[in-house]
C-alpha cells in the first residue's frame, strides 16, 4: 500500500487563494512577477505537494500561507478568515514552518523543543518534552544533548517537534528531505506522513522528487513560471497528467528521480 493511502481525509478548503501575485525588482529594478494571479484551494486534512522547476514560485508562495511574505494582489483565506485579519504570532502558531536545512538554536535539544512556549512566556513541560521527542521518533535521552552536535537527520526531527510543540493545525514543508543521505531522507519522510495522519495534519510539501510527492501526496500542483499550470489527485496525475506542460515535467522527473 503506498503511504498516501494510509487515511481517508477529507477535501474541504483551508487555504484559498484568489487572483494572488508577488512581484520582486530584477536586476534593472524593473518589477517581475515571481506568482502571477494564482487562484487555488488548498485542501484541509490532505498532503499537497508543490512540485515544479526551479524558480517556479513554489517557496514564494509556501511564504505567503504563514505571512513570512505578502502579496501585492490577491486575497489569502485561511479557515476562511483573510490572512490579514490574522495575528501574525497566533497564525505561525497555527501554520508551522520546517525548511530544507533546520536552524538549530543555541543550546540543547530541550531547549530548541521548547523555544515556541518559551517565546509566548510559558514553559514546556519535561514530559511534553518527551512526548515530542518520541513522536518524531528520538530517544528522550537526547534532550539533554546540544542540538548543534546532532546527525542532519536527527535536527531534521528536532526541527519538527519543535514545531509541534506549538500544536500548529497545518505543517509547511520546504524540501525538508533535500539535504539528507537517501536513508535519512526516507526515514523523515514515513515521520512526517506518520505525523499528519496521526495528529490530523495539514501539509504543503515542497519536493523536487517526483518519486518522493508519489509516495506521499495526496494531491498535486505542478507550478511553471509562477502560476498554476495543472493539479490533480496525486494518483491521476502520475497515471496520465492532463495538460501537455505535466506531461513534459512528468517525464523530466522520471529521468532524475526514476
Known sequence: MSLQATTQRAWSPLFQLRGVSRRRPDASGEPVAILDHIHLDLAGGLITTLVGPSGAGKSS?????????????????????????????????SVGLVLQAPVMLPGTVEQNV??????????????RA???????????????????DLSGGEQQRVSLARTLA??????????VTASLDPGSARDVEELIVGLTSRLSLTAVWITHNLAQAERCGDHLVLMAHGRVAEE???????????TEEGRRFLESGKEVHP
Open 61 to 93: 508562495l509556501l511564504h505567503l500561507l504563514n505571512r513570512l511574505d505578502e502579496p501585492d494582489e490577491g486575497s489569502i483565506l485561511y479557515q476562511g478568515r483573510d490572512l490579514r485579519q490574522w495575528d501574525v504570532v497566533e497564525l505561525r502558531r
Open 114 to 127: 521548547g523555544a515556541g512556549p518559551r517565546l509566548r512566556g510559558q514553559a514546556l513541560a519535561r514530559e
Open 130 to 148: 518527551v512526548e515530542l521527542l518520541r513522536l518524531v521518533g528520538l530517544a528522550p535521552a537526547l534532550l539533554e544533548r546540544k542540538a548543534a
Open 166 to 175: 506549538n500544536e500548529p493545525r497545518v505543517l509547511l514543508l520546504d524540501e
Open 232 to 242: 490533480a489527485v496525486t494518483a491521476g496525475f502520475f497515471a496520465g497528467p492532463a
